[in-house]
């Protein structure tokens, strides 16, 4: 079977899904540009289209042999584009600043669509999502404010193509906000498909191929609570040294309002006076203001839960953190780490990135992570072929592994996760142990060596909005009367500072006696977010899971924490989805 570089074709190294975009074997030679990547790959149906010459073509193999769990989408009718749109229609747009004009370029339409939140077709708006000049989606907009996507489409961002081989876009939170922006000239602007959603997983396959290039990305969200809470989502995953804040002044929360407000020149005012990011330095309040407000309006809240409402009441986590956490060895540290971690991508979407050389060979650790996920133990008398291979989908999508061959340096890592966070979004990083991190410490005390690389670590939290967990052997063993006692975190081999500088502490210890896993929460810097306190636990041997221990033990969950399985329909891989992308669809939050 031919492959891509049969054909001259240069796919990354280690891409075997998603959309890529490379050099174009038959024009790039002859291009001006030598920067632009004309050639647009759709790895997951092995066809690929130049955008410049057009060439095209395919390697003729199906999706399934390409990347057997690749959902598959449905694609939406395409529109009438040179149908009229009616006079009501015009009008509308006219009345919040967009031209007709603005409207056959966008390939805006206009049509009946059955609207669920009515349970009745009626007329609406069309927005339409182009992908290479295909039609992948299409969101329906009636004048009463009700939205909808298309019911199984791929959700991408909106017009993407006009970002292709431009050095600069814009990013907005709505299509109405992105049309503003083509209204003043500015074609090379896309809006988020979802809304203010933080959950931004469809940029996982346009990461490589549509934003590596851009040497300036305006992020020109809504500046009201939700759009703040999405426009520091969209910096950490495309970095802040290229990024650029728009915003729209007094009584302003988009651009739609400012360029009805104030007219044209005055939104590309506001374009041009885009604020670059502080990384670091001096900051006054103004830099932060907006988001003192919004947390003024909002409260201080609880931070992510695990689901034991035991622990939940001592300990919520939130990103820009260090957690610490020890024990004596075979109290289940490492077991527990991989319970936050599940617990939290199932119920929270976050994705986790482990270094855990302990955990070696990778295989054993995504077999402890399958076992948690499906309630059932590692086996092939317990697991069936399709719940292994729904369980493989999910590890594939949510959890990665750093395993860098014999370079472990605390830089080497780093690099690594901060590669995770753009490409893949991940929320969390683990590093089970501490100890199997290169350490220099030439000319220096252990502990400044340890302190050193506790403030990189806390550094890269803030500057990457992630949550890292750090796990760490205690020094030496306490007894009392022949029973192991449960260390502190001043225990912990190498430094106090472990204490001192961590925002959580945890000890996870277990009393052999009567089989009960203690769970000590030592330490939350910030009282929102806990207290100091004691949770019992149960440790299932089947599935590695816990449990809240009480007098009178409750049935194990034995459960699988992944969607049902339509066995009648097992090459419908929507049925592999994870359940909070479902719930997803209904959170999304349009303000058009």
Same mark, same amino acid.
């Given at each position: 079977?031919?492959?891509?570089?049969?054909?001259?074709?240069?796919?990354?190294?280690?891409?075997?899904?998603?959309?890529?975009?490379?050099?174009?074997?038959?024009?790039?030679?002859?291009?001006?540009?030598?920067?632009?990547?004309?050639?647009?790959?759709?790895?997951?149906?092995?066809?690929?289209?130049?955008?410049?010459?057009?060439?095209?073509?395919?390697?003729?193999?199906?999706?399934?042999?390409?990347?057997?769990?690749?959902?598959?989408?449905?694609?939406?009718?395409?529109?009438?584009?040179?149908?009229?749109?009616?006079?009501?229609?015009?009008?509308?747009?006219?009345?919040?600043?967009?031209?007709?004009?603005?409207?056959?370029?966008?390939?805006?339409?206009?049509?009946?669509?059955?609207?669920?939140?009515?349970?009745?077709?009626?007329?609406?708006?069309?927005?339409?999502?182009?992908?290479?000049? @295909?039609?992948?989606?299409?969101?329906?907009?009636?004048?009463?404010?009700?939205?909808?996507?298309?019911?199984?489409?791929?959700?991408?961002?909106?017009?993407?193509?006009?970002?292709?081989?431009?050095?600069?876009?814009?990013?907005?939170?709505? @299509?109405?906000?992105?049309?503003?922006?083509?209204?003043?000239?500015?074609?090379?602007?896309?809006?988020?498909?979802?809304?203010?959603?933080?959950?931004?997983?469809?940029?996982?396959?346009?990461?490589?191929?549509?934003?590596?290039?851009?040497?300036?990305? !305006?992020?020109?969200?809504?500046?009201?609570?939700?759009?703040?809470?999405?426009?520091?989502?969209?910096?950490?995953?495309?970095?802040?040294?290229?990024?650029?804040?728009?915003?729209?002044?007094?009584?302003?929360?988009?651009?739609?309002?400012?360029?009805?407000?104030?007219?044209?020149?005055?939104?590309?005012?506001?374009?041009?006076?885009?604020?670059?990011?502080?990384?670091?330095?001096?900051?006054?309040?103004?830099?932060? @203001?907006?988001?003192?407000?919004?947390?003024?309006?909002?409260?201080?809240?609880?931070?992510?839960?695990?689901?034991?409402?035991?622990?939940?009441?001592?300990?919520?986590?939130?990103?820009?953190?260090?957690?610490?956490?020890?024990?004596?060895?075979?109290?289940?540290?490492?077991?527990?780490?991989?319970?936050?971690?599940?617990?939290?991508?199932?119920?929270?979407?976050?994705?986790?990135?482990?270094?855990?050389?302990?955990?070696?060979?990778?295989? !054993?650790?995504?077999?402890?992570?399958?076992?948690?996920?499906?309630?059932?133990?590692?086996?092939?008398?317990?697991?069936?072929?399709?719940?292994?291979?729904?369980?493989?989908?999910?590890?594939?999508?949510?959890?990665?592994?750093?395993?860098?061959?014999?370079?472990?340096?605390?830089?080497?890592?780093?690099?690594?996760?901060?590669?995770?966070?753009?490409?893949?979004?991940?929320?969390?990083?683990?590093?089970?142990?501490?100890?199997?991190?290169?350490?220099?410490?030439?000319?220096?005390?252990?502990?400044?060596?340890?302190?050193?690389?506790?403030?990189?670590?806390?550094?890269?939290?803030?500057?990457?909005?992630?949550?890292?967990?750090?796990?760490?052997?205690?020094?030496?063993?306490?007894?009392?009367?022949?029973?192991?006692?449960?260390?502190?975190? !001043?225990?912990?081999?190498?430094?106090?500072?472990? !204490?001192?500088?961590?925002?959580?502490?945890?000890?996870?210890?277990?009393?052999?006696?009567?089989?009960?896993?203690?769970?000590?929460?030592?330490?939350?810097?910030?009282?929102?977010?806990?207290?100091?306190?004691?949770?019992?636990?149960?440790?299932?041997?089947?599935?590695?899971?816990?449990?809240?221990?009480?007098?009178?033990?409750?049935?194990?969950?034995?459960?699988?924490?992944?969607?049902?399985?339509?066995?009648?329909?097992?090459?419908?891989?929507?049925?592999?989805?994870?359940?909070?992308?479902?719930?997803?669809?209904?959170?999304?939050?349009?303000?058009?």
């Amino acid at each position: 079977m031919k492959d891509y570089q049969d054909f001259g074709i240069e796919v990354p190294s280690g891409r075997a899904s998603g959309h890529v975009k490379v050099f174009c074997p038959q024009c790039h030679s002859r291009r001006t540009n030598k920067k632009d990547r004309s050639l647009s790959v759709d790895l997951d149906h092995g066809v690929w289209k130049c955008h410049y010459c057009g060439w095209k073509g395919t390697l003729n193999v199906g999706r399934r042999s390409l990347s057997p769990v690749r959902k598959t989408y449905r694609r939406p009718r395409p529109q009438n584009a040179t149908a009229a749109l009616s006079d009501a229609t015009l009008q509308w747009f006219a009345s919040r600043g967009i031209s007709r004009a603005t409207l056959e370029m966008a390939k805006i339409t206009e049509g009946e669509h059955f609207m669920p939140q009515l349970g009745s077709n009626q007329n609406t708006i069309q927005f339409n999502f182009y992908l290479d000049n @295909e039609l992948i989606n299409v969101k329906y907009r009636t004048l009463a404010k009700d939205f909808a996507l298309e019911s199984g489409a791929e959700l991408i961002p909106y017009n993407i193509d006009a970002i292709t081989a431009q050095r600069e876009c814009i990013i907005t939170e709505g @299509e109405m906000d992105c049309l503003s922006f083509l209204e003043v000239g500015r074609k090379n602007c896309i809006s988020v498909p979802n809304g203010a959603s933080r959950n931004l997983s469809y940029l996982d396959d346009f990461i490589d191929g549509w934003f590596e290039d851009k040497t300036t990305i !305006y992020i020109a969200v809504d500046t009201d609570a939700k759009g703040l809470e999405l426009r520091e989502e969209l910096i950490r995953r495309f970095g802040s040294e290229r990024c650029r804040v728009v915003t729209y002044g007094e009584g302003c929360k988009d651009a739609n309002e400012h360029l009805m407000k104030y007219g044209r020149e005055s939104l590309l005012e506001c374009l041009a006076g885009a604020a670059e990011i502080k990384v670091e330095g001096v900051f006054t309040l103004t830099d932060f @203001e907006e988001s003192l407000d919004a947390l003024y309006l909002s409260g201080m809240n609880q931070g992510v839960t695990i689901g034991h409402p035991n622990f939940d009441t001592l300990c919520s986590f939130e990103t820009k953190r260090l957690a610490v956490i020890t024990g004596v060895p075979g109290s289940g540290k490492s077991e527990f780490l991989d319970e936050i971690a599940e617990r939290l991508n199932i119920r929270y979407d976050w994705r986790f990135a482990f270094f855990s050389p302990e955990n070696a060979p990778l295989e !054993y650790h995504a077999g402890k992570l399958i076992e948690k996920l499906t309630g059932k133990a590692f086996s092939v008398n317990t697991l069936t072929r399709a719940e292994f291979d729904q369980a493989k989908t999910h590890i594939r999508q949510n959890f990665f592994f750093i395993n860098p061959g014999e370079d472990f340096s605390v830089d080497t890592i780093l690099s690594k996760a901060r590669y995770l966070i753009r490409r893949y979004g991940i929320k969390a990083l683990v590093i089970d142990p501490f100890n199997r991190l290169d350490i220099d410490t030439a000319g220096n005390k252990e502990t400044d060596a340890v302190r050193d690389i506790l403030k990189r670590l806390i550094s890269f939290a803030q500057q990457n909005d992630v949550l890292i967990f750090v796990m760490a052997h205690p020094t030496k063993l306490r007894s009392d009367k022949g029973a192991v006692q449960p260390p502190t975190l !001043y225990d912990i081999a190498g430094s106090a500072h472990f !204490y001192n500088m961590a925002d959580y502490g945890i000890v996870v210890h277990r009393d052999t006696s009567n089989e009960v896993v203690e769970i000590r929460v030592c330490k939350v810097r910030f009282k929102h977010l806990g207290t100091r306190g004691v949770a019992k636990m149960r440790y299932n041997m089947i599935n590695g899971r816990y449990a809240p221990y009480t007098d009178q033990p409750l049935p194990w969950d034995n459960n699988s924490h992944l969607p049902p399985i339509d066995y009648n329909n097992t090459n419908n891989t929507q049925s592999l989805f994870h359940p909070a992308e479902v719930a997803r669809e209904k959170r999304y939050h349009w303000d058009l």
